[in-house]
């Protein structure tokens, strides 16, 4: 009997919406948004404003186009999720201002070739294992560049000017860290290994410690033990570690005492609201003020405080566009967690199983550093949300990450391993 019944249990339907369906609803989303701005300024509408969004859309389906023709790809939902955070952030900062909107666009059409060329390059893991000590020389390199010619910004010296351009070397490094770290551990974990990789990761925290980045440092660090965690699986020697990475933070800010200045007002932001705390105590009220729907682009008062577009962008979308917008932002990084734990049961080796782990765990905890900083919950750090946060080297190296996501899945390599072409 119970035999009869388990044949007659109906079996689950999987529900895919397809790629193009989601494309045009990020594109009317985006329509929707840009009519809204420009409506906003009524009697006198801006309407260059909405250029760079005409721009974004059109990239889109340009893309959609590539993708599914000369690439062979079925399923584009990670690079259509990724679309819509890109549409939600640049209409943020359409509303606030309308100097560099262009320049955020060029940077996404350079963060897809980087997007695609990373997928092309993971696409054969010998190749990943033959390169990866020149990805990580690259890293330090640009570490060493940030060194010698890197500028001084808001108290860390992480920028390099190179004519009208400001180049972040950390956020690209964040690629070669993964990449490096998933090719040396993919194999089995021994002391040289791990000891190489000890050393690079040594190097990058160092060099961030010394630059005053301590936000990136803590991200690089989490993704570190996410390597490391997926590769050995043991919590003693990643409790070790902790211990010992609490004990550097804390002889840290013993030589460095200014620095823990500026978490004296965390948990304290409204005994500090017109001084350290100034940030953190009006995003909170934005919060509060947008509601559900949001009070409208441009009627907000955060767009008025500094980092509105970086730091604080968060605060704004909640305010001018309402906190169910707000939480759908985020829940793109919790489905890019989840996608990418469900990737690890089918990716082809560990290595493209570490890789994508990694990629969604630095992403992850970077959003949480950046939403929970602006509300007060986790000291500010000033690190960005990928792909919404103005900046251009952040705007690059979120789609870096986001193709170990994609390497991941076996639907991206599928078509043309049924065709015989070698990736």
Request: charged share 15%; hydrophobic share 50%.
């Amino acid at each position: 009997m119970f035999e009869a019944l388990k044949r007659r249990r109906p079996k689950k339907v999987h529900v895919t919406v397809s790629s193009a369906k989601l494309l045009w609803a990020v594109t009317v989303f985006e329509l929707v948004c840009g009519f809204r701005i420009v409506m906003n300024q009524i009697p006198d509408p801006d309407w260059e404003r909405f250029v760079p969004l005409l721009a974004l859309m059109a990239i889109q389906w340009i893309y959609y186009g590539i993708s599914r023709g000369p690439l062979h790809r079925k399923s584009m939902q990670l690079e259509v999720s990724a679309f819509f955070l890109c549409g939600m952030g640049l209409c943020a900062q359409t509303a606030i201002t309308a100097d560099g909107l262009m320049t955020q666009v060029i940077t996404l059409v350079a963060g897809l070739i980087i997007f695609n060329c990373i997928v092309w390059f993971m696409g054969d893991a010998d190749r990943v294992m033959k390169y990866k000590i020149a990805a990580a020389i690259l890293g330090v390199g640009l570490f060493a560049a940030n060194l010698i010619f890197g500028t001084i910004s808001h108290g860390a010296k992480n920028w390099i000017e190179i004519g009208p351009l400001t180049v972040q070397p950390s956020e690209l490094v964040k690629i070669a860290f993964i990449l490096t770290g998933a090719a040396t551990l993919e194999r089995l974990l021994t002391y040289r290994h791990l000891t190489w990789f000890l050393i690079f990761f040594g190097i990058c925290v160092a060099s961030l410690a010394y630059t005053g980045d301590f936000g990136t440092a803590c991200i690089f660090f989490v993704t570190f033990l996410i390597i490391a965690l997926m590769r050995s699986g043991d919590l003693r020697t990643i409790f070790f570690i902790c211990a010992g990475a609490g004990g550097g933070a804390a002889l840290v800010l013993t030589i460095k005492p200014y620095i823990a200045k500026r978490f004296e007002a965390w948990r304290h932001v409204w005994e500090y609201a017109d001084t350290t705390g100034y940030q953190q105590s009006r995003v909170l009220m934005a919060i509060a003020s947008g509601g559900l729907l949001g009070i409208g682009p441009g009627n907000g008062n955060l767009e008025k405080v500094f980092a509105s577009t970086t730091d604080l962008i968060f605060g704004v979308i909640c305010e001018e566009w309402g906190l169910i917008l707000g939480i759908a932002v985020l829940s793109i990084y919790v489905g890019w967690t989840l996608h990418a734990l469900r990737c690890c049961k089918r990716s082809r080796s560990s290595l493209y199983a570490i890789a994508a782990s990694a990629a969604a765990g630095l992403m992850l905890f970077q959003t949480c550093l950046n939403v929970f900083g602006a509300t007060d919950i986790l000291p500010l750090t000033g690190v960005t949300l990928p792909f919404v946060s103005r900046g251009g080297s952040s705007m690059m190296a979120s789609w870096g990450l986001l193709a170990f996501l994609k390497a991941a899945d076996p639907r991206t390599y599928e078509e043309k391993e049924k065709r015989g072409v070698i990736v």
